[in-house]
């Protein structure tokens, strides 16, 4: 209730759907995209659920734009509580035909954006020893795949760099907490707006999870953030294991799957959109899912496994307490 919140990439995918989720718990939401209709769509969200909102038009690649909106949420909105970093963008391709300034772009975005404003917050956070950084990850910060290698490269430095914050201020005995929470594939519209140069339509890879999913994961996330990291959907669970016991193995199975289950049957639309450099939501709002809402699931077991996995690891002890007192009557 009454929480400041800013949420960067807040018009359209997990951002639009986190910030509508805080919306409802009446909260006060900065919300930071680039698209001028797609954040005045979010911010209409907020307010319908209950919040109040706050488009700030920014750029994450450029840090004094972030901390200029930092500096304006904390003017209208009041202190900062809870900082979550969503903004991102990709290339669909090849590594050998991205060319150098798009990768850079992907980084400035994808990587600096999460830097950038998570030393925004810090800077007003730190002063008060308070405050959340929440850092939306993914899968793909552990595991690379084909055809999105300036992505993975992205959440992998973010997954080091906060790694290295969190230990800090650790040291420091801050109050000031950062999180961070692993995506599966999800619904969002990044498939219908990112730079693609793969001959059909981009797709998540199956399972596909809705971003209401996403947002509920983040909220708790904030809720609860002395734990460093969250895992969200069962295919980020089986994809980060498979990853640490046999990576090799696995990616002899992405060369061989990872091509086709990135891409639909369907051609790539000549006119589709892209938002490397301008946004894709400026006259048009996409909203918080994309195309694949046929295939999509809205929860997650694995979610409800991850909030309670106290309950979980109790009933782990007693379901193996039960079976060796079983086997030990058995013996006897």
């Not at 949420?73 to 970093?85: C, F, R, S, T």
């Not at 002899?252 to 959109?273: I, N």
Request: hydrophobic share 40%; net charge positive; glycine share 10%.
């Amino acid at each position: 209730m009454n929480q400041v919140v800013v949420v960067t990439g807040a018009s359209g995918g997990i951002g639009r759907a986190v910030a509508r989720a805080f919306g409802a718990r009446q909260a006060r939401v900065a919300l930071l995209a680039r698209g001028e209709k797609g954040l005045e769509a979010a911010a209409g969200d907020v307010g319908r659920a209950g919040g109040t909102a706050l488009a700030i038009p920014t750029d994450v690649a450029d840090f004094a734009q972030v901390d200029a909106a930092a500096e304006r949420a904390e003017k209208e909105l009041g202190p900062i509580d809870v900082w979550v970093n969503v903004a991102f963008t990709s290339v669909f391709a090849p590594f050998e035909e991205i060319e150098p300034d798009e990768f850079r772009r992907v980084t400035d975005v994808s990587y600096l954006g999460y830097v950038h404003g998570t030393m925004a917050a810090l800077r007003r956070m730190k002063s008060r020893d308070r405050g959340t950084i929440v850092q939306v990850g993914s899968a793909l910060a552990y595991r690379g795949i084909p055809l999105q290698s300036a992505y993975c490269g992205a959440k992998h430095a973010i997954q080091g760099f906060n790694e290295a914050l969190r230990c800090e201020l650790l040291h420091d005995g801050s109050h000031v907490r950062t999180t961070m929470v692993q995506m599966p594939a999800v619904n969002t519209p990044q498939f219908s707006w990112v730079r693609s140069k793969l001959p059909h339509q981009a797709q998540p890879v199956p399972p596909i999870y809705q971003p209401e999913v996403a947002a509920r994961a983040v909220l708790h996330a904030a809720d609860h953030p002395r734990r460093r990291e969250y895992w969200v959907g069962g295919s980020t669970v089986g994809t980060l294991i498979a990853n640490a016991v046999a990576p090799g193995v696995l990616d002899r199975y992405l060369a061989r799957t990872g091509y086709r289950s990135q891409q639909t049957g369907a051609k790539k639309p000549s006119d589709q959109p892209e938002n490397l450099w301008s946004p894709a939501d400026r006259a048009r709002d996409f909203g918080a899912h994309g195309r694949f809402d046929g295939k999509a699931t809205p929860r997650s077991a694995q979610l409800w496994a991850s909030r309670h996995h106290g309950v979980v690891a109790a009933a782990g002890s007693a379901l193996a307490a039960t079976a060796l007192a079983v086997w030990r009557r058995a013996r006897a």
